[in-house]
């Protein structure tokens, strides 16, 4: 059974940095594609970054410069590092691993970034 567990969100004052964690366990997804969204009260799931096999990375414009994607395949584990945070980038942040066509998310982690 594949499961996706997120942490590390919290709150942080703009211009700081946080680094979020997505546990992935019940498969090996070093090949697979792993995304990171977001969504705020009222409005739909955003995309924010993904990583494909471990390397590939792509970011939404917004996040470009400040986010970065990346993978531990030894853990198993994607992170998301989130530098110079705005008080926009306050919502829950999910994973999300399709494989084999299907899509599994975790639980989601908020991120509060405010003064």
């Known amino acids: 059974q594949v499961q996706l567990v997120e942490s590390g969100g919290g709150w942080v004052q703009p211009g700081g940095s946080l680094r979020l964690s997505c546990a992935v366990s019940?498969?090996?997804?070093?090949?697979?594609?792993v995304r990171w969204y977001r969504q705020t009260p009222g409005k739909q799931r955003e995309w924010v970054a993904q990583?494909?096999?471990?390397?590939?990375?792509d970011y939404a414009d917004s996040m470009k410069g400040r986010f970065t994607i990346s993978s531990d395949n030894a853990k198993n584990t994607v992170y998301l590092q989130m530098n110079d945070l705005k008080p926009e980038d306050t919502a829950v942040y999910y994973c999300?691993?399709?494989?084999?066509?299907?899509?599994?998310w975790g639980q989601g982690t908020q991120v509060t970034v405010s003064s």
């Open positions: 999300n691993l399709i494989l084999s066509g299907e899509a599994y």
């Open positions: 019940g498969t090996i997804f070093s090949n697979s594609l």
């Open positions: 990583i494909f096999r471990g390397s590939t990375t």
